[in-house]
């Protein structure tokens, strides 16, 4: 016989659950949804089942990435009694490897112009980067090492390539590029000229620089190299530009000749030569000239030659008068005028009576008187005078058949011995018989007897005769002593 009973069972003690491992990943891709099923968990006295899911959120400890972060993850078992345990796991992601960096172009060495590149250059792309997480960022940058940029200083830039993951791991990779600039600023400056003066040269200019990188400095300089400036010997300047970019340097010279050709221009009438009897020159005429090129001002010089000689006529004297006008560069313009001084005229003689150069009387008493004439001389070029008289008597009766003759001179003389001369010749005849006056006829008382006064009429003739007689003879007496003397 079975006894029949009632059994309970009293379970009060929840499942037994393992403790579980905590997990490190890298990513967070590699981080499982849910691992429940790594947990192991039984129900007291190993009765009934157990069942074991993952609680619904996990617990973050922190957050700072996408690939570094940390979270606990909660796991419950509950058996049948619906008694449960739970144990926790302490699941840890942390990105720390850096990308695989990509391999970088070659370095190269670049002929041009380092700084428009590291302004404007491009820097290429590159390929063959990844990383154990996934997305990789890539940073292109350029970096100035240093260096001019010129064959012996080349510039140096690197690009850089940075590659960096999720969490800020890094990698990178550079390319070093010297550049090398080998091109020389160039510009256009006037071709060379010629300029008659100085103050005729243009001013310098500012050339138009172009360069294939930029130009850093320009200078100009203007260099005096010599010379006068005429035609014989041109002045030249040399004008030098010059332009660097820092490597290369140009230079151009532009050279400008001064050449005067032209001599000084006469501005004034030519002075005309004059030819005259004097020795008082004429005032000095003003001549003028200027410099035919407006160069500078001109230096005038003037001299007065003569050739020493008189004026006097067979003795010519010649005075040369010379203006000389030079420009600064030496070129002259003479100016001369000739002044020729030949006195050949005799001066002009002026009486107060003038004698008449012929004259005949027939009678001593007629004879024009020489000691009244006061004479005196003008000079057509002034200066001391002499007059003088010279007189020649051939002292004769003066009968028709022995004329009288007196010859007079009067002469002037000038400095030069030019004569001025008047003369005078008188001439003595006796061509008229000697008169008397005869009474008239009378009637007489007496036969053939004279009157009285008839008879004193004709003593009183008588005695005229004799003395007419007599002085014809000391006249002819005189002359022939006279003329005896002379010879």
């Known amino acids: 016989m079975i006894d029949a009973y009632n059994v309970t069972v009293y379970n009060p003690f929840p499942p037994t659950i393992s403790e579980m491992e905590d997990l490190n990943y890298d990513c967070k891709d590699l981080v499982p949804i849910d691992n429940s099923g790594e947990v192991i968990a039984q129900a007291y006295c190993n009765t009934g089942s157990v069942n074991i899911y993952k609680s619904g959120s996990d617990n973050f400890l922190y957050n700072i990435c996408e690939n570094n972060f940390s979270f606990i993850r909660t796991f419950i078992a ?9 144990v926790q796991q302490t699941i840890t992601v942390n990105d720390d490897e850096s990308p695989i960096a990509a391999t970088p172009p070659p370095n190269q060495i670049i002929y041009g112009c380092g700084d428009d590149y590291l302004v404007n250059g491009l820097i290429p792309d590159v390929n063959g980067y990844s990383d154990n997480c996934g997305d990789v960022t890539v940073t ?3 970096l100035l090492r240093g260096g001019l940029g010129c064959s012996s200083d080349p510039m140096i830039i690197e690009n850089i390539w940075e590659f960096t993951d999720a969490c800020g791991n890094t990698s990178s990779v550079s390319q070093e590029l010297r550049f090398i600039d080998n091109v020389a600023p160039d510009f256009s400056i006037p071709g060379n000229i010629t300029v008659s003066c100085v103050d005729n040269m243009p001013n310098e200019i500012i050339p138009s620089y172009t360069d294939n990188c930029a130009i850093i400095g320009t200078s100009f300089d203007e260099n005096d190299l010599g010379g006068i400036g005429n035609a014989a010997s041109p002045k030249i300047f040399e004008r030098i530009y010059s332009a660097t970019d820092g490597c290369n340097v140009t230079t151009k010279s532009q050279f400008i000749s001064v050449i005067d050709a032209n001599p000084p221009r006469i501005t004034s009438n030519w002075p005309s030569d004059i030819s005259q009897k004097c020795q008082t020159l ?16 001109i230096t005038t010089t003037f001299r007065e030659l003569t050739n ?3 004026g006097c006529q067979g003795d010519i004297l010649v005075v040369n008068r010379i203006w000389t006008f030079v420009d600064y560069v030496g070129n002259e313009t003479v100016v001369t005028q000739t002044i020729t001084i030949n006195d050949s005229e005799g001066p002009e003689l002026i009486f107060n009576i003038t004698p008449e150069q012929d004259v005949q009387v027939n009678s001593p008493d007629l004879i024009p008187r020489a000691d009244i004439i006061r004479a005196n001389a003008i000079d057509n070029c002034n200066g001391n005078l002499s007059v003088t008289l010279t007189q020649t008597d051939n002292d004769k009766i003066g009968c028709a058949s022995d004329p009288r003759y007196i010859y007079r001179t009067w002469t002037a003389t000038d400095i030069c011995g030019n004569l001025g001369i008047h003369d005078q010749l008188v001439t003595l005849i006796d061509d008229l018989p000697p008169t008397f006056t005869v009474p008239q006829d009378q009637d007489l008382d007496y036969d053939l007897g004279i009157p009285q006064q008839f008879t004193q009429s004709f003593k009183m003739l008588l005695i005229v005769q004799v003395w007419l007689v007599i002085l014809i003879m000391i006249s002819i007496f005189l002359e022939m002593v006279l003329m005896h003397k002379i010879h």
């Open 308 to 310: 020493g000689r008189t």
């Open 140 to 142: 292109k940058s350029k």
């Open 78 to 86: 509950t058996d049948d009694c619906n008694l449960s345990s739970t």
């Open 282 to 297: 004429p005032p000095v005429p003003t001549v003028t000239a200027f410099d035919s090129e407006s160069c500078a001002q």
